[in-house]
C-alpha cells in the first residue's frame, strides 16, 4: 500500500523558517512535487524533484526562497521554506509520480496535507 505523509507544518511568523518533509513508502517514485492550496483558491505547484535530481520551481514568488530535495534512501522530499511571507499560507500537499511536471493531474499519489500558517 502506497503513502506519502507529510510532516513539519506549524503556524510561523513572517520571515521564519519551516522545513516540510514527505515520506513515501509502498514504492519508489521517478517524481515527487508539493503543491499548496490557500483557502478559496485552487491548487498550486510549488517545486517538483525527479529521481536524479533535477528540479523545477513554480513561478518568483518560492523561487529564491524554497528549496526542494529528496533523499532517495529514506524515499523522502524535503521543502525547505525560508523568508516565509503571509502569503505563503496555505495547505502544503506532497505528491508522487512517474513525471515531474506542474501539472496536479500527472501526480498518482497524495499525502493527506500540512497546514503552514505565517502571521504578519
Known amino acids: 500500500q502506497v503513502q506519502l505523509v507529510e510532516s513539519g507544518g506549524g503556524l510561523v511568523q513572517a520571515g521564519d523558517s519551516l522545513r516540510l518533509s514527505c515520506a513515501a513508502s509502498?514504492?519508489?517514485?521517478?517524481?515527487m512535487g508539493w503543491f499548496r492550496q490557500a483557502p478559496g483558491k485552487e491548487r498550486e505547484f510549488v517545486a517538483a524533484?525527479?529521481?536524479?535530481?533535477?528540479?523545477?520551481y513554480s513561478s518568483d514568488s518560492v523561487k529564491g526562497r524554497f528549496t526542494i530535495s529528496r533523499d532517495n534512501g529514506k524515499n523522502t522530499v524535503y521543502l525547505q521554506m525560508n523568508s516565509l511571507k503571509p502569503e505563503d499560507t496555505a495547505v502544503y500537499y506532497c505528491?508522487?509520480?512517474?513525471?515531474?511536471?506542474?501539472?496536479?493531474?500527472?501526480?498518482?499519489?497524495w499525502g493527506q496535507g500540512t497546514q503552514v500558517t505565517v502571521s504578519s
Open positions: 524533484i525527479s529521481w536524479s535530481g533535477s528540479i523545477i
Open positions: 505528491a508522487a509520480g512517474d513525471v515531474r511536471h506542474p501539472n496536479p493531474s500527472l501526480y498518482t499519489y
Open positions: 509502498g514504492r519508489t517514485f521517478s517524481a
